[in-house]
C-alpha cells in the first residue's frame, strides 16, 4: 500500500522558526486526489527522565497553550540545529529546566511524536547521578519543578492526568527498566 499512496504536490503555508506548515496535494491508491496537512519539525528534540539519588524524578509544570492548561512533563526542548546530538541537548535541557547536571545519560527510548502529520521526533534519556547546577531559563518559560515518585506518577498516567505522550513514554519506559532489575 505504501506505494500507491504518493505525494504530488507540497505547498509551504506558514514558515515558523521550528514549525513549518504544508498542505500536500496527495494521490490515494484509487486515482482520487486529497489535501492532507503536514507539519515539519525541523530540529527535533530531547527529553530527559531525571532520577534523584532517592528516586523521585524531576518533573516540570508548565502552562502548555495548545490544551490551554498547566501540565506536568519530564523537561524537555527542542535541538539547537539539526546536528545537535539529542544527548547534548537533553543535558542542556536537564539543566535549563532543573538546575541539575548529570554526566550519567542514557537512551531510554526514541519517539515519533504524532505520525498522522508530523515528522517531530525525540530522544528521551534517563539522568542519574545528578549534581546541582544552575537553572536559566529560556525568556518566556515559567515553570515550576516538582518531584514525584514513579508510582505516583504512572497512577497520574493510569488516572488519565497525565497526557503528554513524551511524558508517559519516557516515564512507561523508566518504570520498565525497574521493572527489568
Known amino acids: 500500500m505504501d506505494n500507491q499512496v504518493k505525494r504530488v504536490g507540497r505547498e509551504l503555508v506558514r514558515r515558523g522558526p521550528i514549525l513549518d506548515i504544508y498542505a500536500d496535494t496527495m494521490e490515494l491508491p484509487d486515482g482520487k486526489r486529497e489535501e492532507w496537512d503536514f507539519v515539519s519539525h525541523r530540529m527535533g528534540a530531547a527529553a530527559v527522565v531525571p532520577v534523584r539519588e532517592d528516586g523521585k524524578i524531576l518533573m516540570v509544570r508548565q502552562y502548555r497553550n495548545a490544551i490551554e492548561r498547566m501540565t506536568l512533563e519530564i523537561p524537555a526542548g527542542s535541538r539547537d540545529s539539526v546536528t545537535e546530538d539529542t544527548k547534548v541537548c537533553a543535558a542542556r535541557e536537564l539543566e535549563e ?21 508530523c515528522d517531530e521526533f525525540i530522544d528521551i534519556y534517563l539522568a542519574k547521578n545528578l549534581k546541582p547546577g544552575r537553572q536559566h531559563l529560556d525568556e518566556g518559560e515559567f515553570i515550576d519543578l516538582e518531584a514525584y515518585d514513579i508510582e505516583d506518577l504512572c497512577a497520574m498516567i493510569y488516572a488519565g492526568k497525565m ?8 516515564l512507561l519506559a523508566y518504570k520498565n527498566l525497574l521493572n527489568q532489575k
Open 97 to 117: 529546566e532543573t538546575g541539575y547536571v548529570s554526566e550519567d545519560l542514557t537512551l531510554l527510548i526514541s519517539l515519533k511524536t504524532t505520525v498522522a502529520f
Open 163 to 170: 497526557q503528554d505522550a513524551k511524558t508517559v513514554s519516557g
